[in-house]
């Protein structure tokens, strides 16, 4: 593992433990070049995943992209770290159970919308107006009157 501060590639790892769901390891590292320390995380990773945008260019899977996304939706609101991470790794787990070598980005954020639906209506809405493009007022006003309509 490279420095981040030097960049020297002589690190020793000085302590592992796993994350707080078990799905990653943390691990305390230390630079022999500039003593600098910093904080790795490993994840299990079943599968190169590629989304295909819209205009149907591939690009690689980003976690933390996705991970960002939601974050934002959820900034301010009543949702610990701890929760936002299982929400994000309960998506790369669907979308790597899924099969699929290719996911298509509507497929993941339509996940997204789903999930943060049962988690928090405000998250929802934040999302869905970046996701679906929200112009004007009047957009808002028809995604809640779709959101308030019983099912």
Not at 118 to 130: C, G, L, N, Q, T
Request: aromatic share 6%; proline share 3%; charged share 35%.
């Amino acid at each position: 593992m490279r420095c981040p501060f030097c960049g020297n590639e002589d690190t020793q790892v000085k302590d592992s433990r796993p994350s707080e769901d078990g799905s990653a390891i943390r691990r305390r590292r230390s630079c022999g070049g500039c003593s600098q320390r910093f904080t790795t995380v490993e994840r299990v990773q079943l599968r190169e995943l590629v989304v295909v945008k819209t205009d149907q260019r591939r690009v690689a899977f980003d976690r933390d992209k996705l991970a960002r996304s939601i974050r934002v939706a959820l900034r301010k609101r009543p949702v610990n770290d701890e929760r936002m991470e299982r929400i994000v790794n309960g998506i790369v787990r669907q979308l790597e159970a899924s099969g699929e070598a290719e996911i298509p980005s509507k497929q993941i954020g339509e996940m997204v919308m789903e999930t943060l639906k049962e988690v928090d209506a405000v998250a929802y809405v934040r999302f869905a107006s970046v996701y679906r493009n929200f112009r004007e007022a009047k957009d808002f006003e028809a995604f809640l009157g779709e959101l308030g309509a019983p099912e």
